[in-house]
């Protein structure tokens, strides 16, 4: 690995499991990328990378207002379960210190659930979705029928598992 792939390698991005309400969650917001070519089409959970000396809930809603205008209230954390987990580097940033979920090219993810700060927002897709959508968390598996990221399958997975309990 050379150095310029192990600052990648250490790099953090942020999502959100934006729901319809934290309390009582009937739907999530899905967002189908725009690009990469490769990625057209396929769903993930918005969010993206952590600038340097950024706290990543900070970075959170920075990339939520930017990609998709929506300002959300952040709810717990989904952690990754100790098989998936990606420990952080020994010279992470503030906030970093928490291990995370595998993302694509070799990032970590941390992702929380959250839901729209104004009531009955539903967001909006800027350039890097083509589209937004509020699926149904009812029945679970239509959720999972959705062209996920392969990154994202797992959280989908735990975020499923953990809204059934």
């Known amino acids: 690995m050379s150095g310029s792939d192990s600052v990648k390698a250490s790099r953090l991005v942020v999502a959100a499991a934006v729901l319809d309400d934290l309390g009582h969650?009937?739907?999530?917001?899905?967002?189908?990328?725009?690009?990469?070519?490769?990625?057209?089409?396929?769903?993930?959970?918005?969010?993206?990378?952590?600038?340097?000396?950024?706290?990543?809930?900070q970075a959170l809603a920075r990339e939520l207002d930017e990609e998709i205008g929506l300002s959300a209230r952040l709810g717990p954390e989904l952690i990754a379960p100790r098989h998936l987990a990606v420990p952080a580097p020994s010279d992470s940033g503030p906030g970093d210190d928490a291990p995370a979920w595998p993302a694509m090219h070799g990032f970590r993810m941390r992702v929380w659930l959250a839901e729209p700060a104004?009531?009955?927002?539903?967001?909006?897709?800027?350039?890097?979705?083509?589209?937004?959508e509020w699926v149904p968390l009812d029945p679970p598996d239509r959720l999972r029928r959705l062209p996920w990221l392969e990154a994202d399958?797992?959280?989908?997975?735990?975020?499923?598992?953990?809204?059934?309990?």
């Open 25 to 57: 969650p009937t739907t999530l917001l899905c967002a189908a990328r725009s690009y990469p070519p490769e990625h057209a089409g396929q769903f993930e959970l918005p969010g993206g990378k952590v600038e340097p000396a950024e706290r990543p809930e």
């Open 118 to 132: 104004r009531p009955g927002d539903r967001g909006r897709a800027g350039a890097d979705h083509q589209r937004l």
């Open 153 to 165: 399958l797992p959280i989908i997975d735990a975020l499923v598992t953990a809204l059934a309990r």
